[in-house]
């Protein structure tokens, strides 16, 4: 009897800003404006590093796989939402929901992970620079950035391939923008307990580990940087890693905002979202993929030099 409570759904409406059409023509121009902006900005930072000789090192090379990953990340779901704001009929497939969950957190995961290899890197680069060229020699940035992707893609196929086994009831709203992996979690006729402890170990391993590994790492920067005797040299010190904490600051600080803030079960069971979610899960899949670009160009000497010679060659080499 319990089968007549279920449907096997082969779509999910994707909720989104769904009433509110002067907030979707909005969003839609706001939004289209930062994925060109993405992809440019991420696109040049990729070139950048592959072309020029002075930026092939483990530094740029984490950094080159960090903007092909937010390239992806984005790609995966901004064109979708785009149409949706558009579109009467705001569906997407079962099957394509599944897929965008996997990349979606295949993408998440890999950016938490490299994140912790880049702050490693910038740990013995500030506290043994003598001993950097050995120890993050290609033999082993390589398979560290390697591994990033592979822990990713292993994760999100795990949690992916246990959610869509789960049986769904005939309510398939998603009070989402996209397929979010615990916003279809929630329409589940199941016990989910199970999904929620392998979510819990893989955010434990993937997520805080990481994070970890980064307090630990500029925990030891930030020492030798006091050590350092000459304002100059403190200065200099902090240039190389900034970027970078930065960045972790706005991908981290987004993440616990929105995933470890308490919640009320009545929050939790409700089927509509609180605005200020909403707006933080755009900020999340959006602004900060924009502004990594942005804060590695702003602040970094070489890549500033790197772009000022590309142009330079192509343009007045002719």
Known sequence: MEWENQTILVEFFLKGLSGYPKLELLFF???????????????????????????????????????????????????????????ERKTISFSGCAVQMFLGLAMGTTECVLLGMMAFDRYVAICNPLRYPVIMSKDSYVPMATGSWFAGVINSAVQTAFVVQLPFCRNNVINHFSCEIL?????????????????????????????????????????????????????????????????????????????????????????????????????????????????????????????????SRRFFSK
């Not at 994925?35 to 090379?61: A, C, E, K, R």
């Not at 020492?223 to 304002?231: A, C, N, P």
């Not at 670009?293 to 702003?298: A, D, R, T, V």
């Open 29 to 87: 121009v706001l939004i289209l404006i930062m994925y060109v902006v993405i992809l440019l900005g991420n696109g040049t930072l990729i070139l950048i590093s592959v072309l020029d000789s002075h930026l092939h090192t483990p530094m740029y090379f984490f950094l080159g796989n960090l903007s092909f990953l937010d390239i992806c990340y984005t790609t995966t779901s901004i064109p979708s939402m785009l149409v949706s704001f558009l579109s």
């Open 183 to 311: 916003a279809v979690m929630k329409l589940a006729c199941a016990d989910i307990s199970g999904n929620e402890f392998i979510m819990l170990v893989a955010t434990t391993l993937f997520t805080l580990l990481p994070l970890l590994l980064i307090v630990i790492s500029y925990s030891l920067i930030i020492s030798s940087i006091l050590k350092i005797r000459t304002s100059e040299g403190r200065s200099k010190a902090f240039s190389i890693c900034s970027a970078h904490l930065t960045v972790v600051i706005i991908f981290y600080g987004t993440i616990l905002f929105m995933y470890m803030k308490p919640k009320s079960k009545e929050t939790l069971n409700s089927d509509d979202l609180d605005a200020t979610d909403k707006l933080i899960s755009m900020f999340y899949g959006v602004m900060t993929p924009m502004m990594n670009p942005l804060i590695y160009s702003l602040r970094n000497k070489d890549v500033k030099e790197a772009v000022k010679h590309l142009f």
